[in-house]
């Protein structure tokens, strides 16, 4: 490999000449910017009236009633508001305008008033008495004008009260709607909470995943957001089950878009920074009918905009419910790949995606339900990094140089029904396949303590799934309820690993034959589980504010283990594969193992409402059994565990709540962890699984603080939690120079691992703008074994942020924030520190009537305490669009990574070292692009 390793005080300049492209720093301090951008966001108009007063009935005060500000010319709407639990509205009004004001409640007759603001006009007050009325024939209507309708736990926005005109996708209507946020990663949160499931009309869109709809859905179809809190897919189970932190959103279409094709198709061509051509397709198709829909997807482009990544493809659940998530056993089956790189934030040296997917649904009669999806993507990236590690006992450095070359061809099935013959019985069936074929060539260059180490390393792997699950719900009587959930898994894994190296690590523990030269090592295994999940709950109610909940279930699981190591030997031109040890007597080198797990179980719950609380104790007999067939030999587990757990919530309004959560877990490793023979993780580390590996126990304990008030669109939301983890299963590693050996084993009581980590979001909407401010903060204290001594490992990560961001109609709009990161690392015996401070800015403005200009900024100070690692980069986007008034063509031309930013970084920490990475990342890129709606 031609590659040298770059000073160690320094990331830039890299190394290899032809990625040294020419990135001009800001020579102007960022945070002076961000400080005017903030103090900007905080201007007031001076000439604001607010208007205050009570909407009432012929009993008392009215909560979520509606009232709305419009222009009585125009009809535009001027302002909203919808009154507390008081019955207290509040709204900001212009002087000198005339307004017609209107209150409404469902059920109520509207009432309408006019009213004039004078000039230099103090504070008003103005209340509404509504009067009942026994019918409201238009009620639907009056619901559907307002901004925002609160029915129960559903919260229905009209997109186009909060929309600005320029949103492209449902992930920019989104962000404009109170409370709501879109996480980096693509995902919908709502008051803090994850959505779960995202329909369109009712009907699932990909379930599973959220990230598809915010970034596919086109803006211009969505008439309604309809945020559902508590949500529960079975009507049956909303009453006797905790579903607090279950978010799901349906889509409402506006009427042009039913019963008709709607979509678009974009394309566009252009240049990187080197003059290397770029593309861009992306046409995707969407049709609504009240019986049945299809969605079709598609996206090929090489600029960096990966739609679905082999992340998203293993963390994708395809809807699949978590299986007796309070019930105190926590068995996962781990993924047996090889450790394939991850582009950092979805950014790589080079990124191809060619993405298809199709979703579908149809209401093959009144009481069933047919839908499912397909799933298909390809993604080539070049992922090159720079990394220094920090071993801890020996305080070895060792300096890498990594060039990935990647390939994920992923694909997944999904196929599911819905049989409800009455509201006593309904049936649920779902069938997920997932397929892929990861492969992964790297090239490294290592250097430590005076060495250099010349590897080429082929990762390959081609998981296969098929998951099954059915649930079974029936009301017996109004007391009595029955459900079963039933789930079966079959997986098959089959990773190959070989490295070609100058040294060779672990010479005592490799017999191999070659002893000079560069040795060639390969690795092949093959993992096969077949897992069953079954439990009926019985749900006896007991009374109005209390019911009795009994669960009988089990789970089963089988796996298999095959493993070996063997040399390659060049003899002649042949190349011939020799087993490694080279007698084949020994097995410390091939793996043949059969794991068998069992846990069956009894739960009982019960669940009590008193007042504004509600307690819901529970405990869980287990009987586990567990065998490993391997060296001949079985070695068996039996034991009884009772473990308890505890939900108590205080509703204080209705929109307003504290939780509380305590659960103790059995934690149990899969065949992974427990097959005795050496296998390869890396090219300097082996693992060797330890057969008599028992549980650990786990103590949980999360308190969460909610608050959503409409009347001053204001959003609270916070947790606390502590984890400890008794009996943990840690690593045991032996420590050579920077070469590893790590086994698994069960730490005593007296080294816990405990986890503290606290958390608060506050967002506060002042007439257009929005501000927001999130902190996190998580402090960890882990144990592990190495070379035989005890070690204590300490991380404290801190991470701020606070923004603000505006929707305005007639103006231009902004986004301003700043992220200060702050990791510490402290293993026993080296403490390190890293900060990443970011300031970011977007702007949007319309110009000209048909033009609409887009920028944003991101802007990284990376630094370790020392500041012997520093580097300042950033991004900058723009894009400028032109469309004429109700023209379906739009023209655009997309800049990225403007400033020709070559980096990023991160920083990471592990019981055995730390390590701090540079990235490269994609040139900056210039493309045309048109876009034609359907």
């Known amino acids: 490999m031609n590659l040298q390793l770059w000073p160690s005080n320094l990331f830039l300049p890299l190394p290899n000449s032809e990625l040294n492209r020419s990135s001009k720093q800001f020579s102007f301090n960022p945070l002076l910017v961000l400080t005017f951008a903030l103090m900007s966001c905080f201007h007031i108009d001076a000439q604001e009236v607010q208007l205050r007063g009570a909407v009432l009935d012929s009993i008392g005060p009215l909560g ?42 469902l059920g109520y007759q509207t009432q309408e008033k006019e009213l004039t603001v004078g000039a230099d006009s103090a504070d008003l007050n103005l209340d509404f008495l509504l009067k009942a009325e026994a019918a409201q024939l238009d009620g639907v209507e009056i619901v559907y004008e307002m901004p925002v309708t609160v029915k129960g736990d559903t919260i229905v926005y009209n997109a186009d009260s909060f929309n600005t005109g320029n949103e492209k996708k449902l992930g920019d209507v989104l962000e404009n709607l109170p409370g709501v946020e879109i996480s980096d990663d693509g995902e919908i949160q709502v008051e803090g909470k994850t959505v779960q499931k995202v329909m369109v009309e009712g009907k699932d869109f990909f379930d599973g995943d959220s990230k598809l709809a915010t970034k596919n859905i086109p803006a211009n179809a969505i008439d309604k957001v309809e945020v559902l809190r508590n949500f529960s897919e ?99 089956i781990q993924e047996s790949d090889l450790g394939f790189a991850v582009a950092q934030n979805n950014r790589a040296a080079a990124i191809g995606t060619k993405f298809a997917a199709a979703n579908f649904s149809y209401a093959a009669s009144q009481t069933l339900d047919l839908s499912g999806f397909g799933i298909a993507s390809e993604n080539t990236t070049s992922i090159i990094s720079n990394t220094i590690n920090q071993f801890i006992l020996s305080g070895i450095q060792e300096q890498t140089q990594v060039q990935s070359e990647q390939n994920n061809q992923l694909g997944m099935l999904k196929f599911s029904g819905i049989y409800k013959p009455d509201a ?213 587990q039996n034991q009884w565990l009772l473990l308890p757990d505890f939900f108590a919530l205080w509703d ?84 050579v120079a920077i070469n590893q050996v790590t086994q698994p084993e069960n730490f005593d009581a007296d080294n816990p691992d405990q986890i503290y980590a606290a958390s608060g979001r506050f967002s506060k909407r002042i007439s257009k703008i929005e501000y927001r401010l999130n902190a996190n903060l998580s402090y960890s204290e882990l144990f592990s074994r190495v070379n035989e001594a005890i070690q204590q490992s300490e991380s404290l990560t801190q991470n701020y942020r ?90 655009s031309l997309q800049g990225t990574n403007l400033t020709n930013n070559q980096a990023t970084n991160t920083d990471s920490f592990t019981e055995q070292f730390n390590s701090t990475s540079q990235y490269i990342v994609l040139p900056r890129i210039i493309m045309f692009v048109v876009k034609y709606d359907l």
């Open 424 to 636: 006593s019985l309904q049936i649920d069936y779902d069938i997920l396949l997932k397929a892929s074929n990861q492969t992964q060539d790297d090239a490294t260059f290592s250097a430590f303590a005076d060495q250099t180490n010349d590897i080429v390393e082929r990762k390959e792997n081609r998981p296969t799934s098929i998951e099954q699950n059915i649930n079974a719900y029936y009301t017996a009587s109004e007391n009595d309820i029955f459900a079963g959930q039933f789930q079966h898994m079959l997986r098959s894994e089959d990773p190959f690993y070989n490295a070609v190296t100058d040294l060779l690590p672990f010479a005592g523990i490799l017999p191999v034959s070659q002893q000079e030269g560069r040795f060639d090592l390969s690795q092949e295994k093959e993992v096969q589980t077949n897992k069953f999940d079954g439990k009926i709950d019985y749900y006896r109610i007991l009374n109005k504010t209390s019911h009795l909940n009994i669960t009988l279930g089990t789970t089963l699981s089988a796996q298999n283990f095959d493993s070996k190591i063997f040399e390659r030997i060049n003899s002649g031109n042949n190349l011939l594969e020799q087993t490694l040890p080279i007698d084949g007597e020994s097995s410390s080198l091939i793996n043949d193992v059969n794991y068998d797990f069992m846990d069956l179980f009894l739960g009982v719950h019960y669940k009590i409402k008193r007042g504004d609380f509600t307690f819901s104790p529970g405990l869980t007999l287990h009987q586990y059994g567990l065998s490993n067939t391997q060296l001949g030999s079985t070695v068996s």
């Open 64 to 105: 979520f009633a509606n009232v709305i500000a419009t222009n009585p010319d125009s009809g535009n709407l001027a302002g909203y508001s919808i009154t507390n639990n008081e019955g207290r509205y509040a709204l900001s009004l212009n002087e000198g305008q005339t307004y017609v004001l209107r209150a409404s409640f």
């Open 802 to 891: 606070v923004s603000a961001r505006s929707s305005f109609s007639d103006w231009p709009n902004f986004e301003v924030g700043y992220n200060w990161t702050r990791n510490e690392y402290n293993n026993g015996r080296v403490d390190q520190l890293f900060f990443t401070q970011r300031p970011y800015f977007s702007l949007d403005v319309n110009f000209l009537k048909s033009f609409y200009w887009t920028v944003n900024w991101d802007f990284y100070d990376y630094s370790n305490q020392e500041n012997t690692i520093r580097n300042n980069y950033n991004f900058l986007n723009s894009t400028l669009y032109y469309q004429e008034q109700d023209s379906h063509w739009e023209f």
């Open 234 to 332: 079975v009507g049956q189970m909303r009453g006797v089950t905790n579903n607090q932190d279950n978010v799901a959103i349906n889509i409402k279409l506006k009427e042009g878009k039913k019963n008709f094709w709607f979509g678009e198709v974009t394309g566009g061509s252009g240049v990187d920074a080197d003059l290397d051509p770029r593309y861009l397709l992306h046409p995707k198709l969407f049709y609504y009918h009240p019986e049945y829909s299809l969605n079709v997807i598609t996206d090929l482009n090489d600029i960096g905009e990966v739609p679905f990544t082999w992340r998203d493809f293993f963390n994708f659940t395809g809807g699949f419910r978590n299986f007796n998530s309070s019930g105190g056993t926590r068995f996962n």
């Open 652 to 735: 204080i309004k209705s929109s307003e709540n504290l939780r509380f959560n305590y659960s103790k877990t059995a934690e149990y490793t899969d065949i992974n962890n427990l097959a005795q023979a050496y296998v390869f993780n890396n090219y300097n580390r082996l693992f060797a699984g330890n057969r008599n590996l028992g549980n650990a126990l786990s103590e949980s304990f999360r308190l969460n603080y909610f608050s959503y008030n409409l009347f001053n669109y204001t959003n609270i939301n916070g947790s606390l939690s502590y984890t400890k983890r008794t009996k943990g299963i840690k690593n045991n590693t032996t420590l």
